[in-house]
């Protein structure tokens, strides 16, 4: 069973449209957060959630819409989507909060917005 | 402000020779330290960390990192390459004084083994 599992692998859109990326983890973890690496690679912490709970914000603006319905789930919604959020999006999982706990990825969603 | 730098965008390395990516950090404090590998079409996999202790740490797949705290380094290094080394390769540091556990992280240097 894949640890940390984001759907879909590939997203192409058109300007303007909103969409969903949705991300799943059976390691049990009370963390997760969302990542954006752009196309020099280059990786971005976008949200944290623990237990549901946001802590970490970045500068994301505000069309991107993090929800967690459980602690097992993070999705990602993006609302009027522009050429500049093409990237790809990473979804990860971690246990406790101690500092010295490493991250689980998913596979990412390469989205490609026209 | 704290970063992380990883100076190489690039390393190339014939199979079979030592390989070293470097990192090297500016944090308050001390901080806990790791390194990240990504594979093509891949997410990011843990290698290895360095929270206290053993200046030498060992991780995955044969690599081990070196922190030297009066450098402010945590070079990764293998003493015999891979052609399937070849990837993106990160390094990470966590301030111990952030109470976000926030990682800050280098900007990647690919690695390129050549058979």
């Known amino acids: 069973d894949t640890a940390v599992s984001q759907t879909p692998k590939y997203l192409v859109t058109q300007m303007g449209n909103d969409k969903s990326i949705k991300c799943e983890q059976n390691?049990?973890?009370?963390?997760m957060y969302w990542y954006k690496q752009d196309s020099k690679k280059f990786l971005k912490i976008m949200f944290s959630?623990?237990?549901?709970?946001?802590?970490i914000n970045e500068t994301v603006p505000n069309r991107f819409s993090p929800k967690s319905p459980d602690k097992a789930h993070l999705n990602l919604h993006i609302n009027s989507l522009e050429l500049g959020d093409s990237a790809v999006y990473f979804c990860?999982?971690?246990?406790?909060?101690?500092?010295?706990?490493?991250?689980?990825f998913g596979s990412g969603t390469q989205l490609s917005v026209l | 402000a704290q970063s992380v730098a990883q100076p190489e965008d690039q390393v190339n390395v014939a199979e079979g020779n030592p390989l070293t990516v470097k990192c090297t950090y500016s944090v308050s404090g001390n901080p806990y330290l790791f390194w990240y590998v990504q594979y093509p079409n891949r997410g990011l996999q843990f290698l290895l960390k360095y929270i206290t202790g053993d200046n030498l740490v060992k991780g995955s797949y044969g690599f081990e990192a070196e922190f030297n705290k009066s450098q402010t380094s945590f070079h990764l290094k293998k003493p015999s390459a891979l052609v399937s080394d070849s990837a993106l390769y990160f390094c990470a540091v966590r301030p111990l004084l952030d109470s976000n556990y926030q990682l800050i992280w280098g900007a990647g240097t690919k690695l390129i083994i050549k058979p």
């Open positions: 990860a999982s971690s246990q406790e909060r101690q500092g010295n706990e490493k991250l689980f």
């Open positions: 959630y623990n237990n549901k709970e946001l802590i």
């Open positions: 390691l049990g973890h009370d963390t």
